[in-house]
């Protein structure tokens, strides 16, 4: 299994439309396209939808060494709406800690305008996950 | 058109399972059954999906006054997996300032215990929504 | 050596003008009078002296039970000015958890007002804190 | 006055060390020499001077523009614990809304190893601040 494989078992994200784009150790990006199924009330793309996005790029960066990670808190700020077009997250852990890694996020539009940034915290267990080490 | 109209066309968060239980001036709480299609790729509901819940208890209560509100930025914390049964997210306005109203969510379990906690701030804009007014 | 003892040995906080009024296993209670000294350019208590305090409480609420507890995150939201009189913060173990607890702290001027709100998530580490144990 | 006149006036960060090294439209950078006077119980640099030390970085940041900016929210990340040395803040206001501006803080020890991350939001009210304009 490679970590690719891993995270397609991400039902909901995989349902809100995310892709995994890139991921390598402590880094990786994701996308969603934006259809009228992400909209709110307000008709744009819901902050749990780009909350999903970014947790998920978040996810894949932190497990990316192989051992499993989990979110325990997360900080987000919205600065655009965005009604259509490909949303991107780019993940970076910032702080590579044994067991309470942080990751910073930015959630970029398809002219590339930051509308979203992200800060995560997460735990590790000494658990090791069933996916290929990668580079 | 009712609040209760007004949030049904939040397409997102219907999509998710997401039911508004009662709504008042400055209080909301909802409601979303955890099924699989929730689960992240560790099988437990997914972030993004208890943050959605939460957000749209926030948007609830802090449109509750008929004018409109958006989510600037948010906090979440998350405390237990869950994988089955009903989640309730509880929403309470805690500052309730004509621009930028701040709420807090307490998410809770069928057993009713704390499953993750949530802080949002909003920003109010000189717009009145479509609905008519409660109580 | 007290809970009170080990928490005189925090200058940073005690120069601030912090008192803790009142701890038990999982809760804390503090003070701090504001004066000039804790004024803004902008003449009113500023944000680093309210974290303080709030920090402060987490502190003692996070560490009551003998273990030592640092804190990792913490999210702050500002609701008031104020530029004199005693502010009070209330600390809340919503989640004890043997590594990763969280807290909720309100913070409240001499009327009772809410004028901050504060949530933080702390570190437990394998080291027993050198003070009696408290009830 | 200048801008570095008005923030000599915040009397709380400058007791606690805080010197304004650099600001610019949209950025600043200060500076905080950890003394013992900013020690906690556990004998590091206490959090309520890192983030007051951050906290000032936004401030001068987000008030570069000459409208007076005060904030609403911010989200603090502790990596590394500290008890000597000059600590520096870099604030980059990430996003330049006219009403809620948000700005990221990379806080850094003298080996230039990321020792915290702070992220800020701030409200912008109709008020000219008494300082000439910066370039």
Redesign the interface.
């Known amino acids: 299994m490679t970590i690719n494989d ?8 995989l ?2 439309g995310v892709k995994l784009l890139e991921v390598r150790k402590g880094y990786a990006r994701a996308s969603m396209e934006i259809t ?8 744009v ?5 780009i ?3 970014a ?2 790029a978040f ?1 894949a960066a932190t497990n990316s060494h192989g051992q ?1 990670t ?10 655009k ?1 965005e009604s259509e077009g490909t949303l991107y997250a780019e993940a970076k852990e ?2 590579c ?1 044994k ?2 890694p ?1 990751c ?1 996020v930015h959630i970029t539009n398809k002219e590339g305008e ?1 509308i979203a ?1 992200f ?1 995560g ?1 997460g ?1 590790r267990k000494d658990i090791q996950l069933p996916f290929k080490s990668i580079e």
Chains 1, 2, 3, 4 share one sequence.
Do not use: W
């Open positions: 891993f995270f397609d078992k991400d039902k909901f994200a349902n809100a009228p199924m992400h909209f709110n009330a307000g008709g793309c819901q902050g749990g939808a909350f999903t996005l947790d998920f996810a499993l989990f979110s325990i808190t997360s900080n987000i700020n919205f600065f709406s910032v702080f800690h067991r309470i942080n910073e930051l940034s800060t915290t735990y």
